[in-house]
Nanobody
Framework: QVHLVESGGGLVQAGDSLRLSCAASGRTFSMFAVGWFRQTPGKEREFVAAISRPGSNTIYADSVKGRFTISRDNNKNTAWLQMNNLKPDDTALYYC????????????????????WGQGTQVTVSS
């Protein structure tokens, strides 16, 4: 089992940047692929980005490509989501998630594939 704690959310203006952190504890962090998801009230949870166990592969939702960057440091048991040029549509509760998989397995955007979730951190972008 791995325990995830997100931080770094806040209230910003359109065009600003934020860096979300996902701190992991428990089992060896490097055994898990990591994903970021977001959700707004009344809507389904939406995939944002994912990163492979060693950090060599990443995938992004089309809506954030070129603006968001996912990264990780397995020595620090931490993953990050750097969010630049934020838009009001980025307003949501952001979740970090982890799934155990073999190194060569492809990354997935399906939230049901992730077994471990943090409590979320709120990002609010004003226009």
């Amino acid at each position: 089992q791995v325990h995830l704690v997100e931080s770094g959310g806040g209230l910003v203006q359109a065009g600003d940047s934020l860096r979300l952190s996902c701190a992991a504890s428990g089992r060896t962090f490097s055994m898990f692929a990591v994903g970021w998801f977001r959700q707004t009230p009344g809507k389904e949870r939406e995939f944002v980005a994912a990163i492979s166990r060693p950090g060599s592969n990443t995938i992004y939702a089309d809506s954030v490509k070129g603006r968001f960057t996912i990264s990780r440091d397995n020595n620090k048991n931490t993953a990050w989501l750097q969010m630049n040029n934020l838009k009001p549509d980025d307003t949501a509760l952001y979740y970090c998630a982890a799934r155990s998989q073999i190194v060569t397995a492809p990354l997935t955007t399906a939230d049901g594939s992730y077994a471990y979730w943090g409590q979320g951190t709120q990002v609010t972008v004003s226009s």
